[in-house]
């Protein structure tokens, strides 16, 4: 899926799962000799203006919507490839599984 910055999202991602109480400064660090450390330290010093009281809830919805996107387009992918050329049954699954998680999300 070529859509930027997910693959920094999903490193950022996997670095925060594998590691709960993951300060700022300790992410950069992890990133500093990366082509990632750029846009972090951009991300890092960037002034949201959001309250931090909405802040968790924010991000969560922010991350859910980036997360449904990508789900759709890889829906969509196959949606269109059942069309011109066939699914296997891998992709019938996936197709499948795609949409029972996307109708569970939306409703």
């Not at 009281?53 to 922010?62: A, C, D, G, S, Y």
Request: charged letters at 30%.
């Amino acid at each position: 899926m070529n859509i930027a910055g997910i693959g920094l999202l999903l490193r950022l991602q996997q670095q925060a799962l594998e590691k709960e109480n993951i300060t700022t400064a300790q992410l950069l660090e992890f990133f500093r000799d990366t082509d990632d450390y750029e846009p972090l330290i951009k991300l890092a010093t960037w002034q949201h203006e959001i309250n931090e009281e909405r802040l968790e809830t924010v991000f969560k919805n922010t991350f859910k919507f980036i997360e449904d996107q990508c789900l759709n387009y890889r829906l969509e992918t196959l949606l269109i490839k059942d069309k011109t050329q066939g699914l296997n049954s891998d992709e019938r699954l996936e197709c499948h599984l795609l949409m029972t998680a996307l109708k569970a999300t939306n409703s």
